[in-house]
């Protein structure tokens, strides 16, 4: 968490007058399954008991937080580019059998939106790409560094003329790698059923526009 931190006071300290529009996030994430394997494909010794290998691990839906920051093209006032970071607490089913089933899950991502102003309506498209960094506690498991991207669509209503409301809905999609493999050490206990790892967000914030 150190590094993104980082990033995120390099970016807002380096470009405070190109910044437009800064939006602190509270939502609920939608999370998809892992499944449960072992370096032989027989159940894994692990204590308390697993299930089989094949059996589905289902990962705690749960609230989110993020925050955006966009930077408006001077000369297309509709067009945004800017940086996105969510973070959610989760945790693994009983099912997969780890002493600790909690894990951190953060986005990071550069973000490109385009908005259609209506009033004090504004409604808006992104997409955005970066990396996932999925970091489960238990000490069998090792964290997980992956590209990712996004794409949604949302709203934003305006209260003032610098006090917005914001509301926006996300497809996170995190690619691992073709084998599905995820967080081994030593023989691997839980993998990704496919090579793209799903999560929805529903969001509602405030923005403020500098």
């Not at 390099?10 to 007058?17: D, E, G, N």
């Not at 973000?111 to 970091?135: C, D, H, I, N």
């Not at 691997?188 to 509602?204: D, F």
Request: proline residues 5%; hydrophobic residues 40%.
């Amino acid at each position: 968490m150190s590094r993104i931190s980082i990033l995120i006071a390099l970016l807002t300290y380096c470009l405070p007058s190109l910044a437009t529009d800064v939006s602190l996030l509270a939502g609920y994430q939608f999370n998809s399954d892992f499944e449960i394997v072992s370096a032989n494909q027989l159940p894994p010794q692990v204590e308390p008991a697993t299930g089989e290998p094949g059996d589905d691990v289902e990962l705690d839906d749960g609230a989110a937080f993020s925050l955006a920051v966009d930077f408006v093209f001077q000369q297309q006032q509709t067009k945004r580019i800017g940086f996105y970071v969510s973070y959610e607490q989760t945790q693994f089913e009983s099912n997969a059998g780890l002493t600790n089933p909690d894990m951190d899950i953060t986005h990071v991502h550069f973000t490109a939106m385009s908005y259609y102003p209506q009033g004090r309506l504004e409604p808006f498209v992104l997409a955005g790409l970066g990396a996932g960094f999925f970091a489960p506690k238990d000490p069998t498991l090792k964290d997980e560094t992956k590209f990712s991207g996004q794409v949604g669509a949302g709203t934003n209503y305006q209260l003032t003329e610098s006090l917005l409301l914001r509301m926006d809905v996300r497809w996170l999609a995190t690619f691992f790698d073709s084998s599905g493999a995820a967080f081994c050490s030593g023989g691997c206990t839980i993998a990704v059923s496919s090579s793209t790892y799903s999560q929805v967000q529903a969001n509602l914030g405030l923005l403020y526009r500098f």
